[in-house]
């Protein structure tokens, strides 16, 4: 199977050369210096150009579910093990809930028979790690559009950052250290984008990211904030963790956009 990340890079290398042709005979902006550093950016030409090639409603492929993998592995985090979320797991999530809050109109505290009380979306698709391994899964969830559409997102919202209950140094509590990832707008109203509580038709296990996790289907796993215990609609994101929207692209560098 083609690694997902050699194959995102093929494409970029082949295309950036004609990218770079067709604002030559552009107008302006084509001279520009800021404009073309922007473009030309490994991150924002990746972005450009999965979404001026296949769309931004495209569809991630979907698999039969005899086709699924006989084992999903977890990724990232296997296990938070913080007291807060132990007690949470003996309780069978009853205490938990998902705050939805920032810029919206109607914040939300939903529960997670809340959330097993909304329409739902089956998928069954690929996970594609950075680490390089893949898997395939049938995943329930709540679509993500449903849940901002019900707390009323505003229109100066740009981007929504989700805030996870794993610890991820082992400060034991200390929530500058839990894991945080973020999506814009796009990605958000995308109709793969869910938040999931169910693999392969059983409640998410520990491993997988009990009792909720977001999946967009686009994206490299590391988007894919295991965990959930809060979803906050933003209009920047230099102010949230180190500034660059999520916790290893803070930490480790990687790129913010992680579309496959």
């Known amino acids: 199977m083609t690694s997902p990340i050699v194959s995102r890079r093929s494409l970029l290398t082949g295309l950036t050369a004609s990218a770079a042709g067709l604002l030559s005979g552009c107008d302006s902006l084509g001279r520009d210096e800021r404009f073309r550093k922007a473009l030309f950016s490994a991150e924002n030409m990746h972005k450009w150009l999965q979404r001026s090639l296949q769309g931004r409603d495209a569809l991630a492929h979907e698999f039969r579910p005899d086709q699924r993998s006989p084992f999903f592995r977890g990724n990232g985090t296997l296990n938070p093990g913080t007291e807060d979320y132990k007690a ?3 309780s069978k999530f009853a205490d938990w809930r998902l705050q939805v809050d920032g810029l919206v109109d109607r914040p939300l505290s939903l529960s997670l028979a809340q ?7 089956v998928q069954t698709t690929r996970h594609d790690c950075v680490e390089g391994w ?9 679509p993500l559009k449903t849940v901002l559409e ?5 229109s100066s919202a740009r981007y929504l950052v989700f805030h996870c209950l794993d610890d991820m140094n082992g400060s034991g509590g200390d929530g500058a250290s839990f894991y945080y990832e973020s999506i814009d707008l796009v990605d958000a109203f995308h109709p793969q984008t869910i938040l999931a509580y169910a693999l392969n038709d059983r409640p998410l296990d520990v ?3 009990a009792p909720l996790r977001l999946r967009a289907e686009r994206h490299l796993g590391y988007k894919q904030a295991k965990y959930l215990s809060r979803i906050e609609a933003v209009d920047d994101l230099r102010g949230i963790g180190g500034g660059k929207g999520g916790y290893w692209e803070d930490v480790a560098g990687y790129e913010w956009y992680a579309g496959i």
């Not at 959330?115 to 979306?121: E, F, G, N, T, Y």
């Not at 893949?134 to 995943?139: D, E, K, L």
Request: hydrophobic content about 50%; cysteine-free; charged content about 20%.
């Open 88 to 90: 949470l797991w003996r």
């Open 115 to 121: 959330l097993h009380a909304m329409p739902a979306r």
């Open 134 to 142: 893949s898997a395939i899964g049938t995943w329930r969830g709540v």
């Open 150 to 154: 019900a707390a009323r997102l505003r």
């Open 207 to 209: 491993r997988n990211g």
